[in-house]
């Protein structure tokens, strides 16, 4: 599946919930279904600077395919990164830089996109990003 | 809440923004000790001086500039009484405490030495630790801490033993924000100065709930940011006992702060705008003068008596809830409450609290040290003003459960 198709997914199955209690506890669940990281690459040079909570990020290429791993030590950010990483593991690296990332506003989680320092999601996004400039320049 | 003189429903219509709703919710606003809320009081003199006297100040010979210069200089009497400085001239104005800290910190570059100490409080905000860490830099003095003990107290006999004569400078906050202790300030100063070192109190946490006496402490400097007492950010005050202020060279060159400019050489103006160099934030400094002006209307020991009455409350709602932890447990403290659920990160509870309407801080409060000391990641913290009632804290406690309940 493309990006953009996943991120459709994600937007259908958070369109269910009425209220947004609904939508956390769907975020929380996805969480629990986020591919863990390697206790090994869990270290300082792999969080994600800028989260108050602290989420590290692993990523590997297989094949041409980027695949991502992830733990955080706070549910909601896990749910987070989780959402994050389903729409952008098993991806090639240039179609992850050239992905936007508007699906986020659209299953109500836009207050996670203000630039208020307290929350990390766009570090997030920068990271995964990252990653795939760095495996795309290996590629090439 | 018999006891109370205060009339808690008449001062909320004070505060527009309390009537607000966020997320559909009716704000709970328990993020004080962050900034305070400000009473129309004080949005009207903003307004007032934007629409009627704004002008710049000190210089001008037109009668907008007299009348903006007069509003100004009384607002530093205002500060002046309301601190019991000596002088006026001892009343620097800010942009806020952090401003404070570093015209002191930078000024005692030239008065420090290689191997001259200093020594700061376990329990203090970035602020008041990173601008001294720079100077020990500069100047190659030594950076010591006090430590705290467990219930969030300093160790006031491992204080005796840090102080030499080669304490140059004491620097400690009246209350720490992250955990709401009072400090000895009292103590403290008086301990300092039989060692011959100087004392800067971070007042920013006090200010808001404490009337500080400068003369009665005897302290050197001390530091507050108005928006922590119902005034508007960007301006804070510097208190300086003037034989220091004389002492110290000034922290910024420019207008307003010279007596006589040649390329060859520039003498310094008198106090206090030797430290007020440009053009400060008049309108900011007017309304901090009707702040205070507003807090004491409600007056200081009502106001204590209240938040006193409110913390008790909460404490004993707060730890109704199984697996709560309260960081900060020192007999002598103000309305702040730190607290963690067992397994369950603070910035989880926070972002749950804000979808329903509960404003609350999470994180580390910028005092890492303090986390670290307990080793967590942070915490959840609500801190509270005189306009929070009973039924606000009822507020969180629901709300806190009501995370928990998702979050387990």
Redesign the interface.
């Given at each position: 599946m493309e990006i953009k198709e996943i991120q459709q997914d994600i937007v259908d199955e958070f369109s269910m919930f009425e209220d947004?209690?609904q939508r956390?506890?769907y975020m929380?669940e996805l969480g629990k279904s986020l591919p863990l990281i390697n206790e090994k690459y869990k270290t300082d040079d792999n969080i994600i600077k800028g989260c108050?909570?602290?989420v590290w990020v692993h990523a590997e290429l297989e094949a041409d395919k980027l695949v991502f791993t992830a733990d955080s030590?706070?549910?909601?950010?896990k749910g987070i990164i989780a959402i994050l990483i389903r729409s952008f593991s098993n991806q090639r690296p240039q179609d992850i830089i050239d992905a936007d990332t508007k699906f986020i506003d659209e299953i109500g989680l836009k207050?996670h996109l203000s630039p208020n320092r307290?929350n990390g999601l766009v570090s997030m996004i920068k990271q995964l990003k990252l990653y795939a400039v760095a495996y795309q320049t290996q590629l090439n | 809440m018999e006891t109370t003189t205060l009339d808690i429903q008449k001062i909320r219509i004070d505060f527009p923004i309390l009537s607000r709703k966020v997320n559909g919710k009716p704000l709970v606003y328990l993020d004080n000790a962050a900034t305070s809320q400000t009473p129309q009081q004080v949005i009207d003199a903003i307004v007032d001086y934007y629409s009627n006297y704004n002008a710049n100040i000190h210089r001008g010979v037109h009668a907008l500039s007299q009348e903006a210069t007069d509003k100004y200089e009384a607002a530093r009497h205002k500060i002046q009484k309301h601190f019991n400085a000596a002088k006026s001239h001892e009343i620097i104005f800010t942009s806020g405490t952090t401003h404070g800290i570093n015209m002191v910190a930078s000024g005692f570059s030239t008065l420090l030495k290689k191997g001259d100490e200093l020594l700061v409080s376990a329990m203090e905000h970035h602020s008041n630790i990173v601008p001294w860490q720079m100077l020990a830099e500069r100047t190659g003095a030594i950076l010591k801490v006090i430590p705290m003990n467990i219930e969030g107290e300093l160790m006031m006999d491992a204080y005796d033993k840090l102080l030499s004569n080669k304490t140059r400078l004491v620097f400690c906050n009246h209350i720490s924000n992250a955990l709401g202790t009072i400090n000895p300030i009292e103590e403290i100063i008086e301990k300092a100065h039989s060692a011959g070192a100087a004392v800067l109190i971070d007042g920013a946490q006090a200010a808001p709930h404490i009337k500080a006496d400068m003369q009665q402490l005897d302290v050197d400097f001390y530091t507050v940011s108005a928006h922590k007492m119902c005034g508007p950010t960007g301006v804070g005050m510097l208190y300086g006992k003037e034989e220091w202020l004389n002492k110290l060279p000034p922290y910024q060159g420019g207008g307003e702060m010279i007596a006589e400019v040649t390329f060859e050489k520039t003498t310094y103006a008198d106090l206090p705008h030797k430290f007020e160099a440009g053009t400060p934030n008049i309108c900011g400094g007017i309304a901090f003068g009707t702040a205070l002006d507003y807090m004491n209307n409600i007056g200081f020991d009502a106001i204590a008596a209240y938040e006193h009455e409110l913390l008790q409350y909460a404490t004993r709602r707060l730890l109704e809830i199984e697996g709560l932890k309260i960081y900060g447990t020192a007999k002598s403290k103000t309305s702040v409450l730190s607290f963690n659920i067992e397994g369950i990160h603070p910035y989880d509870i926070g972002t749950i609290l804000d979808k329903l309407g509960i404003a609350v801080r999470t994180g580390h409060h910028c005092a890492q040290p303090i986390m670290d000391f307990y080793k967590i990641p942070g915490t959840v913290r609500a801190s509270f003003c005189f306009y929070n009632t009973e039924e606000e804290v009822d507020v969180l406690v629901s709300g806190v459960r009501r995370a928990v309940a998702m979050l387990q």
């Amino acid at each position: 599946m493309e990006i953009k198709e996943i991120q459709q997914d994600i937007v259908d199955e958070f369109s269910m919930f009425e209220d947004w209690m609904q939508r956390y506890e769907y975020m929380i669940e996805l969480g629990k279904s986020l591919p863990l990281i390697n206790e090994k690459y869990k270290t300082d040079d792999n969080i994600i600077k800028g989260c108050q909570s602290r989420v590290w990020v692993h990523a590997e290429l297989e094949a041409d395919k980027l695949v991502f791993t992830a733990d955080s030590d706070a549910i909601i950010t896990k749910g987070i990164i989780a959402i994050l990483i389903r729409s952008f593991s098993n991806q090639r690296p240039q179609d992850i830089i050239d992905a936007d990332t508007k699906f986020i506003d659209e299953i109500g989680l836009k207050e996670h996109l203000s630039p208020n320092r307290a929350n990390g999601l766009v570090s997030m996004i920068k990271q995964l990003k990252l990653y795939a400039v760095a495996y795309q320049t290996q590629l090439n | 809440m018999e006891t109370t003189t205060l009339d808690i429903q008449k001062i909320r219509i004070d505060f527009p923004i309390l009537s607000r709703k966020v997320n559909g919710k009716p704000l709970v606003y328990l993020d004080n000790a962050a900034t305070s809320q400000t009473p129309q009081q004080v949005i009207d003199a903003i307004v007032d001086y934007y629409s009627n006297y704004n002008a710049n100040i000190h210089r001008g010979v037109h009668a907008l500039s007299q009348e903006a210069t007069d509003k100004y200089e009384a607002a530093r009497h205002k500060i002046q009484k309301h601190f019991n400085a000596a002088k006026s001239h001892e009343i620097i104005f800010t942009s806020g405490t952090t401003h404070g800290i570093n015209m002191v910190a930078s000024g005692f570059s030239t008065l420090l030495k290689k191997g001259d100490e200093l020594l700061v409080s376990a329990m203090e905000h970035h602020s008041n630790i990173v601008p001294w860490q720079m100077l020990a830099e500069r100047t190659g003095a030594i950076l010591k801490v006090i430590p705290m003990n467990i219930e969030g107290e300093l160790m006031m006999d491992a204080y005796d033993k840090l102080l030499s004569n080669k304490t140059r400078l004491v620097f400690c906050n009246h209350i720490s924000n992250a955990l709401g202790t009072i400090n000895p300030i009292e103590e403290i100063i008086e301990k300092a100065h039989s060692a011959g070192a100087a004392v800067l109190i971070d007042g920013a946490q006090a200010a808001p709930h404490i009337k500080a006496d400068m003369q009665q402490l005897d302290v050197d400097f001390y530091t507050v940011s108005a928006h922590k007492m119902c005034g508007p950010t960007g301006v804070g005050m510097l208190y300086g006992k003037e034989e220091w202020l004389n002492k110290l060279p000034p922290y910024q060159g420019g207008g307003e702060m010279i007596a006589e400019v040649t390329f060859e050489k520039t003498t310094y103006a008198d106090l206090p705008h030797k430290f007020e160099a440009g053009t400060p934030n008049i309108c900011g400094g007017i309304a901090f003068g009707t702040a205070l002006d507003y807090m004491n209307n409600i007056g200081f020991d009502a106001i204590a008596a209240y938040e006193h009455e409110l913390l008790q409350y909460a404490t004993r709602r707060l730890l109704e809830i199984e697996g709560l932890k309260i960081y900060g447990t020192a007999k002598s403290k103000t309305s702040v409450l730190s607290f963690n659920i067992e397994g369950i990160h603070p910035y989880d509870i926070g972002t749950i609290l804000d979808k329903l309407g509960i404003a609350v801080r999470t994180g580390h409060h910028c005092a890492q040290p303090i986390m670290d000391f307990y080793k967590i990641p942070g915490t959840v913290r609500a801190s509270f003003c005189f306009y929070n009632t009973e039924e606000e804290v009822d507020v969180l406690v629901s709300g806190v459960r009501r995370a928990v309940a998702m979050l387990q």
